[in-house]
């Protein structure tokens, strides 16, 4: 069955250092994003691809960085990790708008 | 004032009962309406959607969408404790362009339907 993973799923790290969530999905779809989850936020959009070598800036994009260099993968990187980006990410794919497949998250700490 | 705006809740309710679920939205050009389910440590999943205004119905759950007062509703009958979980409003805009698939979501409402 095709579906949609995340690695790590727990990440504990330390401010400065340079971390990549991965993402890897099995629906051929040429669309995916990166969402983090945050109480009181919900889920803000960080990036989006239509396509490979396609990447986007979403809502809140500062301090992180996407490539897509095939359509299964869109790794998520975090230049220089900083406290306030301690948060679940979650990885999604979708090629029809209001259909989105989400990956089952990664819980990333900043110490 | 964020765009879309969702009651966090908790809501607690006894089984059988009928939840009701809201969202109000502030920008004009969303046409599609979503909503999601997500169990504790686990990734949000598409329940229904709905395309501009409307009702629309699947088993126990009700979508409707009042796009003249920007006000979306999520209606659950008969609710089970296995409802039990964080329900979550998106919206996105017509498709097509940059905007293509952008969902923007409520801040998630706490369910719990106890026994």
């Known amino acids: 069955d095709a579906e949609i993973t995340q690695s790590p799923r727990h990440k504990i790290t330390e401010t400065g250092r340079q971390v990549t969530l991965a993402c890897h999905q099995t629906?051929?779809?040429?669309?995916m994003f990166w969402y983090r989850q945050d109480l009181g936020h919900g889920l803000r959009l960080i990036h989006y691809s239509y396509g490979v070598q396609d990447t986007n800036k979403g809502e809140v994009s500062d301090g992180y960085s996407v490539s897509r260099s095939n359509t299964e993968d869109l790794p998520l990187t975090l230049e220089s990790a900083a406290s306030s980006q301690t948060s679940v990410y979650f990885c999604a794919s979708g090629d029809r708008v209001a259909e989105q497949y989400f990956g089952p998250g990664t819980r990333l700490t900043v110490t | 004032q964020k765009e879309v705006e969702q009651d966090p809740g908790p809501l607690s309710v006894p089984e059988g009962a009928i939840v009701s679920l809201n969202c109000t939205y502030s920008?004009?050009?969303?046409?599609?309406f979503m909503w999601y389910r997500q169990y504790s440590r686990k990734g949000p999943e598409l329940l229904m959607y709905t395309y501009s205004s409307g009702n629309k119905e699947d088993g126990r759950f009700t979508a409707q969408v009042d796009k003249s007062s920007k006000y979306i509703s999520l209606f659950i009958r008969d609710s089970q404790p296995s409802d039990s979980a964080t329900y979550l409003c998106?919206?996105?805009?017509?498709?097509?362009?940059?905007?293509?698939?952008?969902?923007?979501f409520g801040q998630g409402t706490i369910l719990t339907v106890h026994p």
């Open positions: 629906w051929n779809h040429n669309n």
């Open positions: 920008n004009s050009a969303f046409q599609y």
């Open positions: 998106a919206m996105s805009p017509r498709a097509g362009g940059t905007s293509y698939g952008k969902l923007t």
